[in-house]
């Protein structure tokens, strides 16, 4: 199989690479739709459950406000004062006093609570009661209504209850039993009743959005419906334990589907149950389905037909470029006439057809220039030959030499000749360029021994160097340079005797080799090196060669290596650092 997938031309390779990736992103569609699909109840759960815990946590906050409230009234000074004195007293302008205070007091109570969606506010005694007002058609609530609320508070003991058997048709109580606390007599001087919008209080607490568009809400306490805000769901026949099981799920209390999520109202021990038409949202999800599958159709089979038109828009010019590649193959090195025009194309295509023609013209230019080229290598190999005999025909003039002065008895002129033919010798070896410093300063001593054949006794020399160090490795023709140096400013410049040494010494430490060049007689400017460089300074003569030897020295060791020029007292020096390199090797003494 993958010998086979190999041998496909490259236009169905790339087709099937497209096809591979339309399948696997088809795929992922069709996967990707279906959990989306399946998992939309659940995510529809996690979206009303939320909206759901926050409306009932509005309610809850809200509900515990009144609660907070009763409790507040109940200690209130000017309730219990006024109420206790129209409970106790005889004299009509004391209760009547009384009435005022306790009536201001429950007016403000009513103002101060009535955006906690309070509809209005009761008191009530034996023998009298006192409203904020009542948005009935009748001024006050049904006779058996009233004893309902009177009843439960009673029974309550004091404590604040919220009554909801009568909730659907006159909203929500909270009922209250008001008892005296001065000298913790505990009888009963009022009962407190507040009746709360239920219809307000749930659509504050349920917020804006789809859901509150689409849903409608319950409200039971003890399984017991209290509250609808559907009109139509009021008139369903309600098994909670049946029809509300789970934390969400779908019921059919009408013969439609709806989706519900479950809550409960922890303060006052409600359940609270957001309930969701689930017929429009399948029939929703179905037409997304649909649409998704044919848009997914659609752009599959674009994709494949305008694939197909790029992918042969580009193996067109590689099947031109393979006939080209053949004609060149079977010898014959003209290109094809093309009605295309390929040097205005900067992609790879036009890069690689430019660049097959340009060797193809350089093929051919070779071709001519064949010849031409073998006699020009013919003459060089000639001109090598001629370089090589130059230097042993000098080797060979000065051994000559030598053997006649030792003839003549002249030693002077054979010790010149000897020196000056090792010189050339060591110099003109190709063999390497780091040498051992032994060999180094055998040219060193061969270069002094003509010179003092020269200068005589105005010149003097010293190699201070221990045997231990002769072994180390240095840059050839990098001593022999400098003692020239010294020389020619220590001596040719001025008439006095000149002392040059030679001195070396190891950094252990550092693994560094240091060859010291001293010299009287002259002295290095300060930075020469630098100023060299920056032609701040013309060289005269050797310039040339420092620089020549530092670059050399950085190029073979590393930029850590090289001279240093300084003057130390009435001494020029120049000191050479090396890497601790070790190499036996023997050489031809002078």
Not at 585 to 590: D, L, P, S, T
Request: charged share 20%; proline share 2%; aromatic share 10%.
């Amino acid at each position: 199989m993958r010998q086979f997938i190999r041998n496909l031309s490259l236009q169905k390779k790339i087709q099937l690479i497209v096809f591979i990736c339309i399948f696997l992103m088809t795929a992922a569609a069709f996967i990707s739709l279906r959990l989306i699909t399946s998992s939309y109840d659940k995510t529809l759960y996690k979206t009303t459950a939320s909206s759901l815990s926050a409306s009932s946590t509005g309610m809850n906050h809200c509900l515990e406000t009144l609660d907070t409230m009763a409790d507040l009234f109940l200690a209130d000074s000017s309730i219990q004062s006024g109420l206790s004195t129209l409970k106790d007293s005889d004299q009509i302008r004391e209760a009547s006093t009384a009435y005022r205070t306790v009536y201001a007091a429950l007016t403000d109570y009513y103002f101060t609570f009535r955006k906690n969606h309070i509809n209005y506010m009761g008191l009530y005694q034996d023998n009298f009661s006192l409203h904020t007002y009542l948005p009935f058609s009748r001024n006050v609530l049904p006779k058996e209504v009233e004893e309902y609320l009177l009843k439960k508070a009673r029974d309550a003991g004091g404590a604040t209850v919220w009554a909801s058997d009568y909730a659907e048709e006159y909203g929500l109580f909270l009922v209250k039993s008001i008892r005296r606390t001065e000298y913790l007599q505990l009888d009963e001087i009022g009962v407190l009743v507040v009746n709360v919008d239920l219809d307000g209080l749930i659509t504050e607490a349920a917020g804006s959005g789809f859901l509150q568009a689409e849903s409608a809400y319950l409200l039971f306490d003890n399984g017991k419906l209290i509250y609808s805000s559907s009109e139509g769901l009021k008139e369903a026949s309600w098994d909670y334990e049946k029809q509300f099981p789970n934390p969400y799920g779908l019921t059919a209390p009408s013969g439609d589907d709806f989706f519900y999520v479950k809550s409960h109202i922890a303060g006052i021990g409600w359940d609270y149950i957001c309930i969701i038409p689930y017929d429009d949202i399948i029939s929703s999800l179905h037409t997304g389905q649909i649409l998704c599958f044919a848009l997914l159709l659609t752009s599959v089979l674009t994709a494949l037909l305008l694939s197909s038109g790029l992918i042969r828009s580009i193996t067109r010019h590689f099947d031109t470029l393979l006939q080209k590649i053949r004609d060149f193959g079977n010898g014959n090195p003209q290109p094809p006439s093309i009605e295309y025009d390929y040097q205005k194309r900067t992609d790879e295509l036009g890069i690689l057809h430019v660049q097959f023609d340009h060797m193809v013209e350089e093929v051919k230019q070779l071709i001519k220039t064949n010849y031409l080229n073998q006699i020009l290598i013919k003459d060089a190999q000639f001109k090598a030959l001629e370089n090589q005999m130059n230097p042993h025909f000098l080797y060979n003039t000065l051994e000559s030499i030598n053997w006649r002065a030792k003839i003549i008895g002249s030693k002077d002129i054979s010790a010149m000749a000897e020196s000056l033919g090792t010189l050339l010798r060591l110099t003109l070896d190709q063999t390497s360029k780091e040498i051992s410093l032994r060999r180094e300063l055998e040219s060193v001593r061969c270069y002094m021994t003509i010179q003092k054949f020269r200068y005589e006794e105005r010149l003097d020399y010293r190699i201070l160097v221990p045997e231990n160090l002769m072994n180390h490795l240095v840059l050839k023709l990098s001593l022999q340079p400098l003692v020239e140096n010294a020389v020619r400013y220590g001596l040719e410049e001025n008439t006095d005797r000149c002392l040059i040494e030679i001195l070396a010494e190891t950094d252990y430490e550092n693994e560094s080799l240091y060859v010291y060049i001293k010299n009287n007689g002259s002295s290095f400017e300060e930075n020469l090196l630098e100023k060299l460089k920056t032609h701040e300074v013309e060289p005269h003569g050797f310039g040339i060669g420092l620089l020549n030897i530092q670059n050399r020295m950085q190029i073979t060791f590393g930029e850590a290596y090289g001279i240093e020029l300084y003057n130390e007292g009435e001494l020029a020096v120049a000191r050479l650092m090396f890497p601790l390199t070790n190499e036996k090797k023997g050489g031809a003494g002078c």
